[in-house]
């Protein structure tokens, strides 16, 4: 395949078929693992991958380990990786590039790198941009120049992907960047890996129609979380391509070594008895969705439904209060949609009206947010 095929000349079917067309004698570079996480391959080169979660779970941290990992053969001894490998870039670039913190904050990120490497000096192939003073267009014009400059880089890791468009719910625009993204990938040999926040709510879907898309082409996501009572964080795989999962990675930190480390057994234990206990209960109620959904109806009929439906140790009804907790559970976790003329759903069942004149996907979107509002 010819990977110097400029998609900005004139499309010219022919040659674009003779250069995509692969046989057994066409030479692929073979595929090459970046980023391992646990016992799974997070990212690979040719590929584009994606870090997601809530603001202030942790995320940064995370992406600060892969570029350590990418930077140095041999962390200290110290140093916990919290389970994170990149492959030894042995020299070649290695690209962070942050679109939405000020320029502190970023500068922070590079010292962050050097003391998990146990180094005073940046590295000459580790370089660091700040893009936050720009527009999004131009955002996305000096990303795709860098990729030109250090077409051999080993890793990119761009914080806030989301800043290269105009708006997280723009269709042809997220499409575009994540094709264009894929297509760099695919021509430079190399890995790029980009940082999304999740929406609110406890369904984690990736932030707006730019994280819908990012979900379905890329080669892994994975979840940063954090339960705010415990201080605990947790790596956990979403979504990996080739390779199995890897089980969650709980971690907090360590006020001694002023990092994150991995909890200990005892905490890991518990915490994946909280986590099967949760399981269970998101189980249960998605249960009471599906038999109180059998038909759209309105709010107050879902409590109605509820009240009888719900599990009770008597034969006495679900008081109304404990049936409003389900109803905003319901909601919270994506089992129930309410559409524009204030009838609930069940979710997995609900198709969005594509015959909606002069009105697009986030619009109505946006009137589906709004009923949901109006109607709690």
């Not at 057994?24 to 996480?37: A, G, K, L, S």
């Not at 389970?83 to 290695?94: C, K, L």
């Amino acid at each position: 395949m010819n990977k110097n095929i400029n998609s900005n000349k004139a499309f010219d079917v022919k040659t674009f078929i003779e250069a995509s067309q692969i046989t057994d004698r066409t030479y692929i570079p073979p595929i090459e693992p970046v980023i391992n996480i646990g016992n799974a391959t997070f990212a690979y080169k040719g590929d584009v991958s994606f870090i997601s979660g809530p603001p202030k779970a942790g995320k940064s941290s995370i992406s600060a380990l892969m570029l350590a990992t990418a930077l140095s053969n041999s962390l200290p001894a110290n140093t916990d990786s919290l389970q994170i490998r990149s492959t030894y870039s042995n020299g070649a670039y290695v690209i962070y590039i942050d679109t939405e913190q000020p320029p502190a904050f970023t500068k922070r990120q590079l010292e962050t790198v050097k003391g998990l490497i146990g180094i005073k000096d940046q590295p000459s192939n580790f370089l660091v941009f700040n893009l936050r003073q720009y527009n999004y267009d131009q955002r996305k014009q000096i990303v795709f120049a860098l990729f030109d400059k250090y077409p051999d880089a080993h890793l990119w890791i761009i914080d806030g992907i989301t800043d290269l468009v105009k708006g997280v719910n723009e269709e042809a625009e997220a499409n575009q960047l994540i094709g264009d993204l894929m297509a760099m990938t695919s021509r430079n040999n190399t890995c790029i890996v980009g940082m999304i926040h999740e929406n609110r709510g406890a369904t984690g879907n990736l932030r707006g129609h730019i994280g819908a898309e990012a979900e379905r082409k890329s080669g892994g996501v994975i979840s940063i979380g954090k339960d705010r009572e415990k201080k605990v964080h947790w790596i956990e795989p979403k979504y990996i391509r080739g390779s199995a999962d890897f089980d969650r990675i709980y971690f907090r930190w360590d006020k001694s070594a002023n990092r994150f480390a991995q909890c200990d057994e005892n905490e890991v234990a518990y915490m994946k008895v909280l986590e099967d206990r949760t399981a269970r209960k998101e189980d249960d109620l998605k249960t009471l969705a599906t038999a109180c959904l059998q038909k759209p109806c309105l709010k107050k009929v879902l409590l109605e439904l509820i009240q009888m439906h719900a599990p009770r140790k008597t034969s006495e009804l679900v008081h109304i209060k404990t049936a409003r907790r389900y109803h905003d559970k319901m909601l919270d976790l994506g089992y129930a949609i309410v559409d524009p003329d204030g009838l609930y759903h069940l979710a997995e069942s609900y198709e969005i009206p594509t015959l909606v004149p002069q009105v697009k996907t986030g619009q109505l979107f946006g009137q589906i947010h709004e009923t949901v509002r109006t109607h709690i």
